[in-house]
């Protein structure tokens, strides 16, 4: 394993050990190592193209993404092979960045069947304003705000222990941004989630790209992806901080480190 997790939250639910992964024939991700414990949310930081929305997809099991090293260790189980439905079952859920087209089939439909009744659909709906929408067919036609929106109503319905959401907050207006902030918050809060989870509560993993999302939710810790790799971690207010008057070029220097013999430390955030 590369590094290793702070103990005491909770338990260690997600770890991605030495993973690499060929998209379109091309190796994207390389020996990418990172651990996710219940009750943290987590925020990943990253240039464009530097494999973010990869590794997401990756740890939501979508074919396509072709894991040639390492493996996805999901509550001790290993998931490397395991398909989404299987992944999706034992609690983990994303919301993507570029969603397809569900040609066919409505949103409402999809929502309640997502909920198994626990939740009306309708009252979901009502809270992102998508309320016009549970007729329509997913995401055909919906803007980009909208999409957001819509994936966000389905992941609420799925209410996943481990979420993953990819750039929460890009396309979505001013006007909607405050919205969809406090429903993202309310998704990665609370132990009541489906799938197995100890007391100590949900885990996420948040790409932002703006940092926008971090004035709604309480992130514990953050990372740098840069070319394929993870390549720093710490404090996200601070990280976003460096980013935003420094640029990546940081994310470099601490490639080296992280390719020194020394194990980086996951530090307190
Ligand atoms: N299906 C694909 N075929 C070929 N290259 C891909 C594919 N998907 C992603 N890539 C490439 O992988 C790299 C990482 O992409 P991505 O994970 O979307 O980055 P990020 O989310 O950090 O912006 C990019 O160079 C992108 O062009
Ligand atoms: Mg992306």
């Known amino acids: 394993m590369g590094w290793v997790g702070i103990q005491g939250k909770g338990e260690n639910i997600l770890e991605i050990e030495n993973l690499s992964v060929e998209v379109g024939g091309r190796e994207v991700l390389h020996d990418v190592n990172l651990s996710v414990m219940s009750g943290y949310t987590n925020v990943l930081f990253g240039p464009n193209g530097s494999g973010k929305s990869t590794l997401l997809m990756t740890i939501m099991g979508f074919g396509g993404y072709k894991v040639t090293k390492g493996r996805i260790m999901f509550q001790g189980e290993d998931i490397t092979h395991k398909n989404v439905a299987e992944r999706a079952q034992m ?19 999809l929502v309640k069947t997502m909920t198994k009744g626990r939740v009306k659909p309708d009252a979901l709906a009502k809270e992102l304003d998508l309320t016009n929408f549970l007729t329509r067919d997913v995401n055909v036609g919906f803007s980009g705000g909208e999409i957001k929106r819509s994936e966000l109503l389905q992941l609420t319905a799925q209410n996943p222990c481990f979420v993953m959401l990819d750039e929460p907050e890009s396309g979505v207006d001013i006007v909607s941004i405050d919205k969809v902030g406090t429903k993202v918050h309310d998704l990665l809060v609370g132990t009541s989630c489906a799938g197995k989870m100890d007391r100590s509560g949900k885990a996420s993993l948040v790409i932002t790209h703006t940092g926008q999302i971090l004035d709604y939710v309480n992130a514990d810790r953050g990372y740098v992806m840069c070319k394929g790799t993870v390549a720093c971690s710490g404090n996200p207010r601070e990280l976003l901080h ?14 080296i480190r992280r390719r020194s013999p020394q194990p980086l430390k996951i530090e307190e955030a």
């Open 242 to 255: 460096e980013i935003r008057t420094k640029g990546y070029d940081e994310c470099i220097s601490c490639n």
């Open 91 to 109: 609690g983990i859920g994303l919301m993507m960045q570029r969603p397809p087209n569900l040609v066919g089939v409505q949103l409402g439909t």
